[in-house]
Nanobody, 126 residues
């Protein structure tokens, strides 16, 4: 079992930056992939980013490429999401995810997590 605790959400103006953190506890941290998803009101949950246990593989959703960066610190059992050039359409609840099935290669990727955090609200004002 893995428990996830997100932090770092809040209100920011368009063009600004935020960094989300997600601390994992339970099973040994380095042994699984991690990621971020988001869900805006009235919309389906959307893939944002994923990172392999070794950080060798990184993937991003098309809407955040070039603006968001995922990273992890295995010594701190923490994964981060640095969000720059934020837009109003980035407003959503952001969920940390862990373990599950992550594939990255041949120009494609997918990530189906097993564990989810409670979510943290990010609001971007225009």
């Amino acid at each position: 079992q893995v428990q996830l605790a997100e932090s770092g959400g809040g209100l920011v103006q368009a063009g600004g930056s935020l960094r989300l953190s997600c601390e994992a506890s339970g099973r040994t941290f380095p042994n699984y992939a991690m990621g971020w998803f988001r869900q805006a009101p009235g919309k389906e949950r959307e893939f944002v980013a994923a990172i392999s246990w070794s950080s060798d593989s990184l993937d991003y959703g098309d809407s955040v490429k070039g603006r968001f960066t995922i990273s992890r610190d295995n010594a701190k059992s923490t994964v981060y999401l640095q969000m720059n050039s934020l837009r109003a359409e980035d407003t959503a609840v952001y969920y940390c995810a862990a373990d599950g099935e992550y594939y990255s290669g041949r120009g494609t990727h997918y990530y189906y997590p097993t564990f989810w955090g409670q979510g943290t609200q990010v609001t971007v004002s225009s």
